[in-house]
């Protein structure tokens, strides 16, 4: 373990060590606050995982979701998250997430760029009493990436699955005009808007600057950060955290000039993605089945986890799931990349589809939230499960890599994407299991589909079923009759969105010891820490929301600032210097 005998190359107030959405939101409120700031970033690029995702936020009893009539309260979220976590939902952690989320929201607003709104709808993952249909969950608004000039570069690039056209984001609102440009004036207004302005951006950028999702607030969280003075420096990895007695005063850094060593004063934020794609971690951590995948950056090597770790900071294990889950299709393309297509909702609760076990049954309510879908795939042991669905399906919606009206499905049978058959019986023996079960299956499905009623699994039931499902086909907007053929299946993995296992915190942040007393100086936040709804996933943005939060609280801490003092509610912070 590094002692702090050595000299140092540098000194700065506060030392954040990971780019993303945790680390940028520290590192931003701490030069906001006065600190001298220096964020390493250990790959070349800002974002993390917060880039490739949907870049929701879920912060309950905010002033965002008033704005659009849909107000929801503290107190409601309380009540839901008791229903979901029991015991645990008394945690001093998960308090001050609810006190101080509403006032990060406000804090951000008020002196950044980082900006959010309420979607109308945007229900919460658990049929629970306290659970919201909207207002909870928040997105970034959109982002020109024209605004960050060169450093427009610097921003990680969405997942290319999720792009069309060389780089152009497309939103969910996006897709029904971009398929059916003319069904409507506006839908072609529309339509050529978006053409027109990709076009434009491809003559001096690699993709498209219009930045909606997580991309726009990476987008809006770097352009506050070049803002507010933060130093930056890339391709920096954190190597040793370097104590004094029991104290946390800096880190050692490999970078592109060399191994440095930086002193941090007020402390160490450690935000460098969570378990990602760490061996060691991934064996010790995660179950057998599910350590093949993952979505998170290939940088993200669990270096903050297992730094501290050295310096007997705890891994909390006492939790639902080490990770938050996501079923995800493979396949090989023709360049040599590996696409992981994460199926999130596009398919998966749309009506006409389901999904079978090894055995040829259905096994989850496909239309439940992603994480439950691997959930119930881990405890049925089915590596891989399979989406099932008919032609017209595909045509109307798309299944994982092949986009909705595909005509031609050649290139994805050939590379074993999509399995097909002309009978059930044959699809069975292309995925592997008892064509008669599969039969039953089926039939069984259909039933349900003409009475709108699953009789096994609810599909349809929830609110959050019914949102990602077709609105227009009655009486379920989750269940129509498969078939006739030709039937098409793909596989599908487990793969983790994002790490739950983390180090233990506390209230501000900071890094614990096994026997309850903080590592004084040091901090963890994002998925460097364990997840404050232990390993459950009560919502979109359960991550992010918590990461922004925790981000807040360790910078105000590191700065001075008791933020853990009584406070209304949706109210704006005025800090207390100690």
């Known amino acids: 373990m590094p002692q702090g005998d050595r000299s140092f190359d540098v000194e700065t107030d506060l030392l954040v060590l990971g780019a993303g959405a945790a680390g940028m939101t520290a590192a931003l409120v701490g030069a906001l606050e006065g600190l001298d700031v220096i964020l390493c970033e250990k790959s070349d690029m800002v974002g993390g995982t917060?880039?490739?995702?949907?870049?929701?936020?879920?912060?309950?009893?905010?002033?965002?979701?008033q704005r659009v009539g849909m107000p929801d309260t503290v107190e409601a979220a309380r009540i839901?998250?008791?229903?979901?976590?029991?015991?645990?939902?008394?945690?001093?952690?998960?308090?001050?997430?609810?006190?101080?989320?509403?006032?990060?929201?406000?804090?951000?607003?008020?002196?950044?760029s980082v900006q959010f709104a309420a979607p109308p709808v945007h229900p919460?993952?658990?049929?629970?009493?306290?659970?919201?249909?909207?207002?909870?969950?928040?997105?970034?608004?959109?982002?020109?990436?024209?605004?960050?000039?060169?450093?427009?570069?610097?921003?990680?690039?969405?997942r290319r699955e999720f792009t069309v056209l060389g780089g152009m984001m497309v939103g969910k609102a996006d897709i029904p005009p971009l398929l059916a440009p003319f069904h409507s004036w506006t839908g072609f207004k529309h339509v050529i808007g978006l053409l027109t302005r990709h076009a434009l951006d491809r003559i001096s950028h690699k993709r498209g600057t219009h930045l909606i999702m997580g991309n726009a607030l990476v987008a809006r969280l770097f352009d506050s950060v070049r803002r507010a003075g933060v130093h930056l420096r890339f391709e920096t990895a954190l190597r040793e955290i370097i104590c004094e007695g029991d104290d946390i005063v800096g880190a050692v850094l490999s970078s592109p000039s060399g191994e440095v060593a930086i002193r941090a004063r007020k402390g160490v934020v450690l935000a460098t993605g969570g378990i990602g794609w760490s061996r060691e971690l991934r064996e010790?951590?995660?179950?057998?089945?599910?350590?093949?995948?993952?979505?998170?950056?290939?940088?993200?090597?669990?270096?903050?986890?297992?730094?501290?770790?050295?310096?007997?900071?705890?891994?909390?294990?006492?939790l639902e799931s080490p990770a938050l889950w996501m079923p995800s299709s493979v396949m090989a393309q023709a360049d040599g990349h590996v696409?992981?297509?994460?199926?999130?909702m596009l398919d998966r609760a749309k009506p006409g589809l389901l999904?079978?076990?090894?055995?040829?049954?259905?096994?989850?309510?496909?239309?439940?939230?992603?994480h439950d879908f691997v959930a119930a795939m881990l405890a049925a042991s089915?590596?891989?499960?399979?989406?099932?669905?008919?032609?017209?399906?595909?045509?109307?919606?798309?299944?994982?890599?092949?986009?909705?009206?595909?005509?031609?499905?050649?290139?994805?049978?050939?590379?074993?994407?999509?399995?097909?058959?002309?009978?059930?019986?044959?699809?069975?023996?292309?995925?592997g299991v008892d064509a008669d079960q599969l039969a039953q299956t089926i039939a069984r499905y259909n039933g349900f589909a003409e009475t709108g009623v699953d009789e096994d699994f609810g599909r349809g039931s929830s609110e959050l079923n019914r949102f990602n499902g077709d609105p227009a086909n009655k009486p379920n907007p989750c269940l129509r009759r498969i078939g006739p053929g030709p039937y098409f299946a793909v596989a599908v993995w487990p793969s983790?969105?994002?790490?739950?296992?983390?180090?233990?915190?506390?209230?501000?942040?900071?890094?614990?010891?096994?026997?309850?007393?903080?590592?004084?100086?040091l901090y963890a936040v994002g998925t460097d820490a364990s997840s404050i709804f232990r390993g459950t996933y009560p919502g979109p943005g359960t991550m992010i929301g918590p990461a922004i939060v925790f981000g807040w609280c360790a910078a105000m801490d590191a700065a001075g600032c008791d933020f853990r003092a009584e406070i209304p509610f949706c109210s704006q912070i005025i800090p207390i210097r100690h």
């Not at 993952?125 to 610097?154: H, S, V």
């Not at 999904?355 to 992603?370: I, L, M, T």
């Open 50 to 65: 917060t880039a490739t995702s949907a870049g929701t936020v879920w912060i309950p009893g905010n002033r965002q979701g």
């Open 80 to 112: 839901y998250l008791a229903a979901m976590l029991g015991a645990h939902a008394t945690d001093k952690r998960l308090d001050t997430f609810l006190k101080v989320g509403p006032i990060v929201l406000d804090y951000l607003e008020q002196k950044t």
């Open 124 to 158: 919460d993952y658990k049929n629970l009493p306290g659970a919201a249909i909207g207002g909870r969950a928040l997105g970034a608004l959109p982002f020109d990436g024209r605004k960050l000039g060169n450093d427009f570069a610097r921003v990680r690039p969405p």
């Open 284 to 318: 010790r951590l995660f179950p057998d089945d599910a350590r093949r995948f993952s979505l998170a950056p290939s940088s993200n090597t669990g270096d903050g986890i297992l730094a501290a770790e050295r310096v007997n900071a705890v891994i909390e294990r006492d």
């Open 339 to 344: 696409s992981v297509f994460p199926h999130i």
């Open 355 to 370: 999904a079978v076990d090894k055995s040829g049954r259905r096994f989850v309510n496909e239309a439940d939230s992603y």
């Open 382 to 431: 089915t590596t891989p499960a399979f989406l099932i669905c008919d032609r017209s399906f595909i045509r109307e919606f798309g299944l994982g890599l092949v986009h909705p009206a595909t005509r031609i499905l050649s290139g994805f049978l050939e590379a074993g994407y999509l399995m097909e058959g002309e009978t059930i019986e044959a699809l069975a023996r292309q995925i």
């Open 496 to 521: 983790d969105l994002a790490s739950s296992a983390g180090l233990r915190t506390d209230s501000c942040g900071r890094v614990l010891c096994g026997n309850g007393k903080s590592l004084s100086g």
